[in-house]
């Protein structure tokens, strides 16, 4: 069984900086694409960022282009999301996820973390 366990989020100010990570277990991490989404208030699950598994690829929504990365240890099963300059439209629900296909959208990911909290106060 496929788990994956995003670390706390928290509560930031405007301009701030944050990084998230998620540890799966239960399932060969090298081989998955893994993902960042997000879902604010009275929102949908919008796409954050991607990485293939083998770190040649990542992809970004243009919300967050140079402003967040993504990265990922294979040796500890560990996906990032190192989030910078961050702003309040940014405050949100994270979900990493994995999946057998690289993309930016949710449909082709079969495993969610459960969601952390960002706050971005301004």
């Known amino acids: 069984q496929v788990q994956l366990v995003e670390s706390v989020g928290g509560l930031v100010q405007a301009g701030g900086s944050l990084r998230l990570s998620c540890v799966v277990s239960?399932?060969?991490?090298?081989?998955?694409?893994m993902g960042w989404f997000r879902q604010a208030p009275g929102k949908e699950r919008e796409f954050v960022a991607t990485?293939?598994?083998?770190?040649?690829?990542?992809r970004y929504a243009d919300s967050v282009k140079g402003r967040f990365t993504i990265s990922r240890d294979n040796a500890k099963n560990t996906v990032y999301l190192q989030m910078n300059s961050l702003k309040p439209d940014d405050t949100a629900v994270y979900y990493c996820?994995?999946?057998?296909?690289?993309?930016?959208?949710?449909?082709?990911?079969?495993?969610w973390g459960q969601g952390t909290q960002v706050t971005v106060s301004s």
């Open positions: 239960g399932g060969t991490f090298s081989r998955y694409a």
């Open positions: 990485i293939n598994w083998s770190f040649s690829s990542t």
């Open positions: 996820a994995g999946g057998t296909l690289y993309s930016g959208s949710s449909s082709h990911y079969s495993y």
